[in-house]
């Protein structure tokens, strides 16, 4: 059975950082492009980064770009997401998901920022 499993989000300051993790069972992340999505309150899923792969391809949204990387071990069969310099519209739940089709997704893990 696939299973993605997020984990990592909790409450930080403004300013702060959270280290996101992904861990994948049931298939091998290496033969996949990995995304990242959040669901603010009340508002649609929203992407947020992706790494490809093939190593050394990665993108993001204009909104966290310069704050944000994702990175991933292939032995480990995980993703994961760096938050920096967290922002309150940073809050959301946060997900990792395989892109293509058909595509899984974790049950996400909620990053809460203050002000």
């Known amino acids: 059975q696939v299973q993605l499993v997020e984990s990592g989000g909790g409450l930080v300051q403004a300013g702060g950082s959270l280290r996101l993790s992904c861990v994948a069972s049931?298939?091998?992340?290496?033969?996949?492009?990995m995304g990242w999505f959040r669901q603010p309150p009340g508002k649609e899923r929203e992407f947020v980064a992706t790494?490809?792969?093939?190593?050394?391809?990665?993108s993001y949204a204009d909104s966290v770009k310069g704050r944000f990387t994702v990175s991933r071990d292939n032995a480990k069969n995980m993703v994961f997401l760096q938050l920096n310099s967290l922002k309150p519209e940073d809050t959301a739940v946060y997900y990792c998901?395989?892109?293509?089709?058909?595509?899984?997704w974790g049950q996400g893990t909620q990053v809460t920022v203050s002000s």
């Open positions: 998901m395989t892109r293509g089709t058909p595509n899984y």
């Open positions: 049931g298939l091998t992340i290496s033969q996949y492009d």
């Open positions: 790494t490809r792969w093939s190593s050394g391809r990665e």
